[in-house]
Protein backbone atom coordinates (compact mmCIF):
# COMPACT_ATOMS: atom_id res chain seq x y z
CA UNK A 1 0.00 0.00 0.00
CA UNK A 2 2.89 2.42 0.54
CA UNK A 3 4.56 3.66 -2.85
CA UNK A 4 6.47 1.46 -5.32
CA UNK A 5 10.25 1.92 -5.83
CA UNK A 6 9.69 3.65 -9.24
CA UNK A 7 7.78 6.07 -7.51
CA UNK A 8 9.48 6.98 -4.85
CA UNK A 9 12.61 7.09 -6.91
CA UNK A 10 10.70 9.98 -9.71
CA UNK A 11 10.60 12.29 -6.51
CA UNK A 12 14.59 12.33 -6.95
CA UNK A 13 14.57 12.51 -10.60
CA UNK A 14 15.32 16.27 -11.88
CA UNK A 15 13.91 17.44 -15.36
CA UNK A 16 18.21 17.43 -16.90
CA UNK A 17 17.69 13.60 -15.81
CA UNK A 18 14.63 12.91 -17.69
CA UNK A 19 13.91 12.64 -21.94
CA UNK A 20 13.13 16.03 -23.06
CA UNK A 21 10.02 14.61 -25.28
CA UNK A 22 7.75 13.86 -21.99
CA UNK A 23 4.71 16.64 -22.16
CA UNK A 24 5.37 19.96 -20.16
CA UNK A 25 3.08 21.01 -17.47
CA UNK A 26 3.38 24.65 -16.40
CA UNK A 27 1.90 24.28 -12.56
CA UNK A 28 1.38 26.85 -10.01
CA UNK A 29 1.27 28.86 -7.49
CA UNK A 30 3.95 27.87 -5.70
CA UNK A 31 4.82 29.97 -2.63
CA UNK A 32 8.31 29.49 -0.99
CA UNK A 33 7.55 31.81 1.65
CA UNK A 34 4.16 30.19 2.80
CA UNK A 35 4.99 26.08 3.89
CA UNK A 36 2.10 23.67 3.33
CA UNK A 37 -1.37 24.25 1.12
CA UNK A 38 -1.65 24.67 -2.61
CA UNK A 39 2.00 24.83 -3.14
CA UNK A 40 2.44 21.63 -1.37
CA UNK A 41 -0.04 19.54 -3.19
CA UNK A 42 1.72 21.09 -6.88
CA UNK A 43 4.75 19.85 -5.56
CA UNK A 44 4.14 16.18 -5.25
CA UNK A 45 2.35 16.40 -7.96
CA UNK A 46 6.26 17.51 -9.53
CA UNK A 47 7.44 15.11 -7.83
CA UNK A 48 5.43 12.35 -8.32
CA UNK A 49 4.83 12.67 -12.15
CA UNK A 50 8.10 13.47 -12.94
CA UNK A 51 8.98 10.44 -14.80
CA UNK A 52 5.93 11.28 -17.53
CA UNK A 53 5.63 15.02 -17.48
CA UNK A 54 8.16 18.05 -18.04
CA UNK A 55 7.50 20.51 -14.92
CA UNK A 56 7.93 24.24 -14.72
CA UNK A 57 6.69 25.47 -11.25
CA UNK A 58 5.22 28.86 -11.42
CA UNK A 59 6.17 31.01 -8.26
CA UNK A 60 3.86 33.77 -6.91
CA UNK A 61 5.93 34.22 -3.74
CA UNK A 62 4.58 37.33 -1.46
CA UNK A 63 7.12 39.76 -0.15
CA UNK A 64 4.04 41.34 2.38
CA UNK A 65 0.30 40.90 2.86
CA UNK A 66 0.57 36.91 3.33
CA UNK A 67 -2.72 37.32 6.08
CA UNK A 68 -5.26 38.20 3.62
CA UNK A 69 -4.28 37.23 -0.06
CA UNK A 70 -7.73 36.50 -1.37
CA UNK A 71 -8.81 40.13 -0.54
CA UNK A 72 -8.87 42.93 -2.78
CA UNK A 73 -6.05 45.73 -2.39
CA UNK A 74 -3.89 47.61 -3.74
CA UNK A 75 -1.13 44.96 -2.21
CA UNK A 76 -2.92 42.53 -3.98
CA UNK A 77 -3.46 43.97 -6.99
CA UNK A 78 0.19 44.56 -7.57
CA UNK A 79 0.97 41.18 -6.57
CA UNK A 80 -1.80 39.78 -9.18
CA UNK A 81 -0.21 42.15 -11.76
CA UNK A 82 3.22 41.14 -11.19
CA UNK A 83 2.12 37.28 -11.30
CA UNK A 84 0.27 37.76 -14.72
CA UNK A 85 3.10 38.52 -16.25
CA UNK A 86 5.54 35.77 -14.73
CA UNK A 87 2.81 33.18 -16.15
CA UNK A 88 2.68 34.68 -19.40
CA UNK A 89 6.63 35.27 -19.32
CA UNK A 90 6.20 31.27 -19.02
CA UNK A 91 3.61 30.50 -21.56
CA UNK A 92 6.40 32.18 -23.84
CA UNK A 93 9.20 30.84 -22.98
CA UNK A 94 8.05 27.06 -22.06
CA UNK A 95 4.81 26.56 -24.47
CA UNK A 96 3.36 23.75 -22.28
CA UNK A 97 1.33 21.17 -23.46
CA UNK A 98 -0.78 21.72 -19.86
CA UNK A 99 -1.01 24.78 -17.77
CA UNK A 100 -2.41 23.32 -14.34
CA UNK A 101 -3.60 26.41 -11.80
CA UNK A 102 -5.44 26.58 -8.25
CA UNK A 103 -8.91 27.96 -8.10
CA UNK A 104 -9.66 29.71 -4.65
CA UNK A 105 -12.17 32.20 -3.63
CA UNK A 106 -12.74 35.60 -3.02
CA UNK A 107 -10.86 37.75 -5.92
CA UNK A 108 -8.36 35.00 -6.71
CA UNK A 109 -11.07 33.20 -8.57
CA UNK A 110 -11.23 35.59 -11.25
CA UNK A 111 -7.33 35.76 -11.41
CA UNK A 112 -6.64 31.88 -11.28
CA UNK A 113 -9.37 31.63 -13.99
CA UNK A 114 -7.89 34.61 -16.40
CA UNK A 115 -4.47 32.49 -15.52
CA UNK A 116 -6.02 29.56 -17.41
CA UNK A 117 -7.97 31.94 -20.41
CA UNK A 118 -4.28 33.10 -20.89
CA UNK A 119 -2.87 29.58 -21.29
CA UNK A 120 -5.15 28.85 -23.47
CA UNK A 121 -4.49 31.53 -25.63
CA UNK A 122 -1.39 30.35 -26.06
CA UNK A 123 -1.94 27.18 -27.19
CA UNK A 124 -2.53 25.25 -23.82
CA UNK A 125 -4.68 22.58 -22.53
CA UNK A 126 -6.32 23.98 -19.53
CA UNK A 127 -6.43 21.99 -15.89
CA UNK A 128 -8.30 24.25 -12.91
CA UNK A 129 -7.63 22.96 -9.35
CA UNK A 130 -10.34 23.73 -6.97
CA UNK A 131 -8.82 23.64 -3.55
CA UNK A 132 -10.51 26.39 -1.42
CA UNK A 133 -12.58 24.74 1.39
CA UNK A 134 -14.19 28.06 1.10
CA UNK A 135 -15.53 28.44 -2.40
CA UNK A 136 -19.33 26.99 -1.81
CA UNK A 137 -19.48 29.88 0.48
CA UNK A 138 -17.82 32.30 -1.16
CA UNK A 139 -20.20 31.40 -4.45
CA UNK A 140 -23.39 31.30 -2.54
CA UNK A 141 -22.92 34.85 -2.05
CA UNK A 142 -21.98 35.98 -5.31
CA UNK A 143 -24.07 38.06 -7.42
CA UNK A 144 -25.93 37.05 -10.81
CA UNK A 145 -22.81 38.89 -13.03
CA UNK A 146 -19.96 37.29 -11.26
CA UNK A 147 -21.31 33.84 -11.29
CA UNK A 148 -21.95 34.07 -14.98
CA UNK A 149 -18.38 35.56 -15.51
CA UNK A 150 -16.94 32.52 -13.84
CA UNK A 151 -19.40 29.52 -15.24
CA UNK A 152 -18.00 30.75 -18.60
CA UNK A 153 -14.32 30.95 -17.51
CA UNK A 154 -14.78 27.14 -15.92
CA UNK A 155 -16.96 25.54 -18.49
CA UNK A 156 -13.42 26.78 -21.16
CA UNK A 157 -10.98 24.80 -18.93
CA UNK A 158 -10.27 21.35 -20.17
CA UNK A 159 -10.63 19.47 -16.71
CA UNK A 160 -11.64 20.72 -13.50
CA UNK A 161 -10.32 19.00 -10.70
CA UNK A 162 -11.96 18.55 -7.42
CA UNK A 163 -11.19 16.39 -4.08
CA UNK A 164 -14.34 14.58 -3.24
CA UNK A 165 -17.41 13.13 -4.94
CA UNK A 166 -19.79 15.70 -3.23
CA UNK A 167 -17.18 18.54 -4.30
CA UNK A 168 -17.49 16.82 -8.19
CA UNK A 169 -21.76 17.32 -7.81
CA UNK A 170 -21.77 20.48 -6.52
CA UNK A 171 -19.33 21.99 -9.23
CA UNK A 172 -21.60 20.20 -11.88
CA UNK A 173 -25.14 21.34 -10.36
CA UNK A 174 -23.93 25.19 -9.30
CA UNK A 175 -21.28 25.95 -12.12
CA UNK A 176 -22.32 24.23 -14.75
CA UNK A 177 -19.32 22.17 -15.85
CA UNK A 178 -19.73 19.14 -18.07
CA UNK A 179 -19.33 16.32 -15.58
CA UNK A 180 -17.16 14.44 -18.36
CA UNK A 181 -14.75 17.28 -17.94
CA UNK A 182 -14.88 17.33 -13.67
CA UNK A 183 -12.28 14.79 -12.14
CA UNK A 184 -12.10 13.30 -8.47
CA UNK A 185 -8.34 13.54 -7.30
CA UNK A 186 -7.59 14.40 -3.47
CA UNK A 187 -5.16 15.84 -1.80
CA UNK A 188 -1.73 13.88 -1.72
CA UNK A 189 0.52 13.05 1.44
CA UNK A 190 4.33 13.49 0.49
CA UNK A 191 5.52 10.09 -0.20
CA UNK A 192 8.67 10.44 2.29
CA UNK A 193 5.57 11.13 4.78
CA UNK A 194 3.56 8.32 4.04
CA UNK A 195 6.36 5.85 4.43
CA UNK A 196 7.56 6.92 7.40
CA UNK A 197 4.05 7.19 9.02
CA UNK A 198 3.18 3.68 8.35
CA UNK A 199 5.65 2.35 10.87
CA UNK A 200 4.68 4.41 13.51
CA UNK A 201 2.70 2.76 16.64
CA UNK A 202 -0.82 2.34 17.40
CA UNK A 203 -0.43 2.12 20.67
CA UNK A 204 1.18 5.61 21.66
CA UNK A 205 0.17 6.73 24.98
CA UNK A 206 0.65 10.07 26.60
CA UNK A 207 -1.09 13.39 26.55
CA UNK A 208 0.40 15.31 23.84
CA UNK A 209 -2.50 16.73 21.15
CA UNK A 210 -1.45 17.98 18.04
CA UNK A 211 -2.69 21.01 15.91
CA UNK A 212 -0.82 21.83 13.09
CA UNK A 213 -2.05 24.20 10.13
CA UNK A 214 -3.07 28.21 9.70
CA UNK A 215 -3.49 29.59 12.67
CA UNK A 216 -6.60 31.76 12.94
CA UNK A 217 -10.19 32.06 14.27
CA UNK A 218 -11.72 30.82 11.23
CA UNK A 219 -9.22 27.66 11.90
CA UNK A 220 -10.96 27.21 15.82
CA UNK A 221 -7.46 27.96 16.95
CA UNK A 222 -8.60 30.21 19.84
CA UNK A 223 -11.90 27.42 20.46
CA UNK A 224 -9.23 24.81 21.19
CA UNK A 225 -7.66 27.46 23.90
CA UNK A 226 -10.82 27.34 24.99
CA UNK A 227 -11.54 24.07 24.96
CA UNK A 228 -7.98 23.04 27.12
CA UNK A 229 -8.70 25.18 29.46
CA UNK A 230 -11.96 23.41 30.20
CA UNK A 231 -9.97 19.93 30.73
CA UNK A 232 -9.88 18.74 34.27
CA UNK A 233 -6.84 20.18 36.06
CA UNK A 234 -5.28 17.07 37.40
CA UNK A 235 -5.67 15.60 33.76
CA UNK A 236 -2.18 15.68 31.67
CA UNK A 237 -2.53 17.65 28.59
CA UNK A 238 -0.69 19.46 26.40
CA UNK A 239 -1.49 20.61 23.29
CA UNK A 240 1.60 22.34 20.30
CA UNK A 241 -0.38 24.56 18.42
CA UNK A 242 2.25 24.87 15.01
CA UNK A 243 1.41 26.72 12.20
CA UNK A 244 2.28 30.32 10.59
CA UNK A 245 -0.04 33.28 11.33
CA UNK A 246 -2.71 33.61 9.10
CA UNK A 247 -4.94 36.35 10.35
CA UNK A 248 -3.53 40.06 11.58
CA UNK A 249 -3.06 39.52 15.60
CA UNK A 250 -3.83 36.29 16.04
CA UNK A 251 -0.42 35.47 17.74
CA UNK A 252 -1.14 38.31 20.00
CA UNK A 253 -4.65 36.76 20.54
CA UNK A 254 -3.82 33.39 21.27
CA UNK A 255 -0.94 34.77 24.03
CA UNK A 256 -3.65 36.63 25.35
CA UNK A 257 -5.83 33.67 25.75
CA UNK A 258 -2.96 31.46 27.05
CA UNK A 259 -2.17 33.81 29.66
CA UNK A 260 -5.78 34.65 31.07
CA UNK A 261 -6.60 30.70 31.42
CA UNK A 262 -3.12 30.42 32.55
CA UNK A 263 -2.20 27.42 30.10
CA UNK A 264 1.30 28.24 29.96
CA UNK A 265 2.17 24.50 31.24
CA UNK A 266 -0.19 23.34 28.95
CA UNK A 267 0.17 24.87 25.56
CA UNK A 268 2.77 25.84 23.25
CA UNK A 269 2.76 27.83 20.18
CA UNK A 270 5.30 26.98 17.54
CA UNK A 271 6.34 28.40 13.98
CA UNK A 272 5.83 26.02 10.93
CA UNK A 273 7.51 22.80 10.71
CA UNK A 274 8.52 20.77 7.64
CA UNK A 275 10.46 17.87 6.76
CA UNK A 276 11.44 15.75 9.62
CA UNK A 277 10.91 17.79 12.75
CA UNK A 278 6.78 17.52 11.29
CA UNK A 279 7.33 13.81 10.94
CA UNK A 280 8.58 13.78 14.91
CA UNK A 281 5.70 16.00 15.66
CA UNK A 282 3.05 13.12 14.06
CA UNK A 283 5.44 10.53 15.65
CA UNK A 284 5.20 11.81 19.19
CA UNK A 285 1.86 12.79 19.68
CA UNK A 286 -0.76 11.13 20.88
CA UNK A 287 -4.15 12.57 19.14
CA UNK A 288 -4.38 15.07 16.55
CA UNK A 289 -7.16 17.77 16.34
CA UNK A 290 -8.65 20.49 13.75
CA UNK A 291 -11.33 22.12 14.83
CA UNK A 292 -11.92 24.31 11.64
CA UNK A 293 -14.93 26.24 10.52
CA UNK A 294 -13.88 25.85 6.84
CA UNK A 295 -12.48 23.06 4.68
CA UNK A 296 -11.90 21.38 1.84
CA UNK A 297 -9.92 17.94 2.10
CA UNK A 298 -7.12 19.17 4.49
CA UNK A 299 -3.78 17.08 4.01
CA UNK A 300 -2.93 17.23 7.80
CA UNK A 301 -6.23 15.52 8.59
CA UNK A 302 -4.81 12.64 5.73
CA UNK A 303 -1.63 12.85 7.46
CA UNK A 304 -2.49 12.29 10.67
CA UNK A 305 -4.92 9.16 9.37
CA UNK A 306 -1.74 7.82 8.08
CA UNK A 307 0.01 8.23 11.05
CA UNK A 308 -2.47 6.32 13.23
CA UNK A 309 -3.80 8.70 15.43
CA UNK A 310 -7.30 9.33 16.55
CA UNK A 311 -8.38 12.80 15.17
CA UNK A 312 -11.02 14.92 16.39
CA UNK A 313 -12.14 17.54 13.99
CA UNK A 314 -15.28 19.43 12.30
CA UNK A 315 -17.13 17.82 10.01
CA UNK A 316 -16.87 20.06 7.33
CA UNK A 317 -15.73 19.82 3.57
CA UNK A 318 -15.16 16.46 2.37
CA UNK A 319 -14.37 14.47 5.41
CA UNK A 320 -17.90 13.43 6.45
CA UNK A 321 -17.43 11.25 2.67
CA UNK A 322 -14.58 9.52 3.85
CA UNK A 323 -14.85 9.01 7.44
CA UNK A 324 -16.98 7.98 9.90
CA UNK A 325 -18.02 9.68 13.09
CA UNK A 326 -16.89 8.00 16.38
CA UNK A 327 -15.06 5.30 14.60
CA UNK A 328 -12.17 6.77 12.65
CA UNK A 329 -12.60 10.25 13.41
CA UNK A 330 -14.30 12.58 16.24
CA UNK A 331 -16.83 15.28 14.50
CA UNK A 332 -17.57 17.72 16.89
CA UNK A 333 -19.81 20.98 15.55
CA UNK A 334 -17.66 23.98 14.77
CA UNK A 335 -17.98 26.43 17.45
CA UNK A 336 -18.80 24.09 20.34
CA UNK A 337 -16.08 24.44 22.74
CA UNK A 338 -17.83 22.35 24.80
CA UNK A 339 -17.75 19.09 22.80
CA UNK A 340 -14.44 19.65 21.69
CA UNK A 341 -13.24 19.06 25.07
CA UNK A 342 -15.04 16.59 25.71
CA UNK A 343 -13.66 14.67 22.51
CA UNK A 344 -10.50 15.28 23.99
CA UNK A 345 -11.21 14.46 27.59
CA UNK A 346 -12.17 11.04 26.46
CA UNK A 347 -9.95 10.19 24.15
CA UNK A 348 -7.12 11.01 26.84
CA UNK A 349 -8.60 8.71 29.14
CA UNK A 350 -9.32 5.85 26.90
CA UNK A 351 -5.64 4.47 25.06
CA UNK A 352 -8.13 1.29 23.54
CA UNK A 353 -10.59 4.05 22.08
CA UNK A 354 -7.45 6.02 20.87
CA UNK A 355 -6.05 2.73 19.14
CA UNK A 356 -9.55 1.78 17.46
CA UNK A 357 -9.78 5.06 16.35
CA UNK A 358 -6.15 5.09 14.92
CA UNK A 359 -5.99 1.86 13.20
CA UNK A 360 -9.63 2.68 11.64
CA UNK A 361 -8.41 6.22 10.10
CA UNK A 362 -5.25 4.86 9.03
CA UNK A 363 -7.47 2.51 6.97
CA UNK A 364 -9.33 4.84 5.90
CA UNK A 365 -6.32 6.44 4.70
CA UNK A 366 -4.90 3.89 2.68
CA UNK A 367 -8.38 2.45 1.15
CA UNK A 368 -8.69 6.11 -0.69
CA UNK A 369 -5.46 8.31 -0.44
CA UNK A 370 -2.40 6.10 -0.53
CA UNK A 371 0.27 8.26 -2.66
CA UNK A 372 0.64 6.07 -5.66
CA UNK A 373 -2.96 6.07 -6.47
CA UNK A 374 -3.35 9.32 -6.63
CA UNK A 375 -0.32 10.24 -9.24
CA UNK A 376 -2.44 7.72 -10.87
CA UNK A 377 -5.58 9.33 -11.26
CA UNK A 378 -2.92 12.87 -11.55
CA UNK A 379 -1.91 11.34 -14.32
CA UNK A 380 -4.68 10.09 -16.04
CA UNK A 381 -6.30 13.46 -16.03
CA UNK A 382 -3.29 14.97 -17.89
CA UNK A 383 -3.53 12.19 -20.45
CA UNK A 384 -6.90 12.90 -20.54
CA UNK A 385 -6.51 16.59 -21.82
CA UNK A 386 -3.87 15.57 -23.94
CA UNK A 387 -5.83 13.11 -25.62
CA UNK A 388 -8.29 15.68 -26.54
CA UNK A 389 -5.70 17.51 -28.93
CA UNK A 390 -5.77 14.75 -31.24
CA UNK A 391 -10.06 14.63 -31.83
CA UNK A 392 -9.91 18.22 -33.98
CA UNK A 393 -11.83 21.11 -33.97
CA UNK A 394 -14.59 19.95 -35.69
CA UNK A 395 -14.95 17.38 -32.61
CA UNK A 396 -18.14 17.56 -30.73
CA UNK A 397 -16.26 18.06 -27.18
CA UNK A 398 -13.66 20.61 -29.05
CA UNK A 399 -16.51 22.85 -29.86
CA UNK A 400 -17.07 23.82 -26.50
CA UNK A 401 -13.53 24.55 -25.63
Known amino acids: MLPSAEHRQGVTHTVSDLPEERPTVLIGPFNRR ?13 AGLAHAFRFFPHHADRLGGDTRPGMMSGLNLF ?3 RDLTAWTGHLLRHRPAIAHYAITSLWNAEKSLLMLSLARLFGARTVAHLHGGAFLHFWDGLGPSRRRLLRLAAR ?27 FVV ?22 GILALGALSRQKGSLDLLEAIARLPHSMPARLLLVGPDREPGIGDLLAQTIARHKLESRVEVRPPAIGSEKTGLFRESTIFVLPSYVENLPVVVLEAAASGLP ?45 RMGLAARKVFYT ?32 HL
Open 186 to 207: PNPVQSEFEEAASGMPLDRNGS
Open 368 to 399: HFAYKDIMCKMEHVYRTVLDLQGHGSNSAEGK
Open 79 to 81: FAV
Open 34 to 46: IPGGVAAVHAQFQ
Open 311 to 355: IVATPVGALPEFFRDRESIWFVPPGDVEQLAGALAELLRDPGLRQ
Open 156 to 182: RVNALVVLSEGWREMVVRVMHVPPSRV
